[in-house]
Nanobody, 123 residues
Framework: QVPLVESGGGLVQAGGSLRLSCVGS????????VGWFRQVPGKDREFVAG????????YVSESVKGRFAISRDNAQKTMYLQMTKLKPEDTAVYSC????????????????WGQGTQVTVSS
């Protein structure tokens, strides 16, 4: 069973928008914070956004603040990343993560990951 399944990636022009979705299963999603990360070849995974379980408080990185928003629907075990005003430097493979036991912005905090979805922003 795949813990998390993403969808919604693709090719978009600079300035455009995309919404990524991530569906989880019960034991990977309920009760724990979730997050979105991105990675480009040759670089480490970068934290993009995270959200707590109890208060649904969002956290976003400085590089995407004001452009990206994270949300979650706990009843549907689904999380979203709404991306607006996209820039070519946002091009990356985006992965969702769940089950954080520690800081939201640390890769090592999470125990479940999606397979990743490619987002390409053309100039």
């Amino acid at each position: 069973q795949v813990p998390l399944v993403e969808s919604g990636g693709g090719l978009v022009q600079a300035g455009g928008s995309l919404r990524l979705s991530c569906v989880g299963s019960g034991h990977t999603f309920e009760g724990f914070p979730v997050g979105w990360f991105r990675q480009v070849p040759g670089k480490d995974r970068e934290f993009v956004a995270g959200m707590t379980w109890d208060t649904n408080k969002p956290y976003v990185s400085e590089s995407v603040k004001g452009r990206f928003a994270i949300s979650r629907d706990n009843a549907q075990k689904t999380m979203y990343l709404q991306m607006t005003k996209l820039k070519p430097e946002d091009t990356a493979v985006y992965s969702c993560a769940a089950g954080a036991r520690s800081l939201l912005d640390l890769v090592t905090s999470y125990n479940s990951w999606g397979q990743g979805t490619q987002v390409t922003v053309s100039s």
